[in-house]
């Protein structure tokens, strides 16, 4: 009987704690953390977009050939007495609507000048995230490199956008 009461109250427990941690990873992640598997990483630097680091990673593994890649941002965050690098990974899927919505930041959203305040963002399932907000009359621009943590923004205006779209495309053309 007490083995019956523990699976039925600590099972679904265990299953949900282990689906949610692979919940914020990308793909690329999961596939770099698989068991039994030699994994071979390149790095491609793509280039620097305000205090990030972006560069396309190629994931191999090198017993049967499998590969992915992904678009990654990189910032060193320093505190008073902590020094942390924040890390945002994109799957190519995601770099395609990050684009998209980026392009319609750019093009379309921005446009508008709402009477109260708006957001518009697009986040990835690892957490990252790009967007602007609409606050006493100006629109504010950031991207977001990991989910709950306020120290992972990095902070832009308007002009910047074209330049962030265009590391964007370079990387997606290294995928």
């Given at each position: 009987m007490k083995r019956v009461l523990f699976?039925?109250?600590?099972?679904?427990?265990?299953?949900f704690s282990q689906s949610h941690v692979d919940a914020g990873k990308?793909?690329?992640?999961?596939?770099?953390?698989?068991d039994g598997s030699i994994i071979r990483k390149t790095f491609i630097e793509i280039g620097a977009f305000k205090k990030c680091d972006?560069?396309?990673?190629?994931?191999?593994?090198?017993?049967?050939?499998?590969?992915?890649?992904?678009?990654r941002f990189s910032m060193d965050v320093t505190g008073t007495y902590t020094s942390d690098t924040k890390i945002a990974s994109l799957d190519v899927d995601e770099v395609d609507a990050l684009l998209k919505a980026l392009r319609y930041i750019k093009d379309d959203g921005r446009k508008t000048e709402p009477k109260s305040y708006t957001?518009?963002?697009?986040?990835t399932?690892?957490?990252f995230t790009a967007?602007?907000?609409?606050?006493?009359?100006?629109?504010?621009?950031f991207i977001k490199l990991e989910r709950y943590?306020?120290?992972?923004?990095?902070?832009?205006?308007?002009?910047?956008?074209?330049?962030?779209i265009n590391l964007i495309?370079?990387?997606?053309?290294?995928?």
């Open positions: 699976i039925v109250l600590f099972l679904p427990t265990a299953l990308s793909d690329a992640e999961k596939f770099s953390e698989r972006v560069k396309v990673v190629k994931y191999t593994d090198v017993i049967n050939n499998d590969s992915i890649s992904e678009l957001e518009i963002e697009y986040t399932r690892s957490g967007g602007c907000y609409y606050s006493r009359g100006d629109w504010k621009f943590d306020s120290k992972s923004y990095q902070w832009f205006n308007y002009l910047d956008l074209e330049k962030l495309e370079q990387g997606a053309k290294q995928l």
